[in-house]
């Protein structure tokens, strides 16, 4: 219970103080130095961040016959979201063990440590400009789910801000903005993630330029635990 109230504490803590807190960058290689990203992308130079692959050698990419000719390099935007689309299947059929560290993280970084929250990928997204959300909250799309995972891959854009609203039944309801670190020019080299409460308002910003690429999962409460906290109750009710 000590941790539930700790991570409630957390997501509704809207100082917007420490914004470290809320979000995070994360290397799907478990390296989640910030810098050490930073120096990677430095490194290798104009290396993409995914590999791009030519479609000459089979034809289990999903594109008709005659898209371009098989000796031509895929066209970047296709083959991105061809190696997304990959990753996000590979993770939604065998949850990566880089899912299965951020999991760590995010409970860690709350407080939670040990916990290890299921976070079942629910989308991938990819936003052209004018894609843009309305507010809204999010469904319970998982059971157990209780918060929301949004993991901006690398992408080169404009726009696409994050807005999370912390009680919108008062008349001045703040929110809180976070732009997965495009303004300070990351957003291309590093994935970025945010986590709020599923049923916070939230809102984005309309994509401008470019395109913006990201994985949504839901985070879920471990099975085990939601039953010991039923049992709990089950008990306080008998004892009662
Ligand atoms: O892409 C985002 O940052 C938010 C997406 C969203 O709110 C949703 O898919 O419900
Ligand atoms: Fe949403």
């Not at 479609?55 to 000719?69: I, S």
């Not at 309801?173 to 990351?186: C, Q, V």
């Amino acid at each position: 219970m000590e941790d539930i109230l700790r991570l409630r504490a957390w997501l509704e803590g809207w100082d917007g103080e420490d914004m470290d807190e809320h979000f995070g960058g994360y290397g799907f290689d478990h390296d989640d130095d910030y810098e050490g990203v930073t120096a990677r992308a430095g490194e290798e130079g104009d290396c993409p961040p995914f590999e791009l692959r030519s479609n000459d050698d089979d034809d289990d990419d999903g594109m008709a016959d005659g898209d371009h000719a098989a000796d031509q390099p895929v066209p970047p935007l296709q083959a991105l979201s061809q190696a997304i689309a990959e990753i996000a299947v590979a993770s939604a059929v065998e949850p990566s063990k880089g899912i299965d560290m951020l999991t760590i993280e995010i409970a860690a970084k709350r407080g939670c440590e040990g916990k290890q929250f299921d976070m079942p990928l629910y989308k991938f997204l990819l936003s052209e400009p004018g894609g843009h959300f309305v507010k809204h909250r999010d469904t319970e799309k998982h059971d157990r789910m209780f918060a929301t995972v949004v993991l901006q891959l690398p992408s080169v854009h404009e726009g696409g801000e994050l807005f999370v609203y912390s009680d919108t039944s008062s008349d001045v309801a703040e929110s809180i903005t976070y732009d997965f670190r495009r303004s300070n020019g990351m957003a291309p080299f590093a994935v970025h993630y945010a986590v709020h409460y599923a049923d916070a308002e939230h809102e984005l910003n309309p994509v401008t330029s470019g395109y913006r690429l990201a994985l949504v999962y839901s985070l879920c409460w471990p099975e085990h635990q939601v039953k010991r906290r039923l049992d709990a109750a089950a008990a306080a009710m008998i004892a009662a």
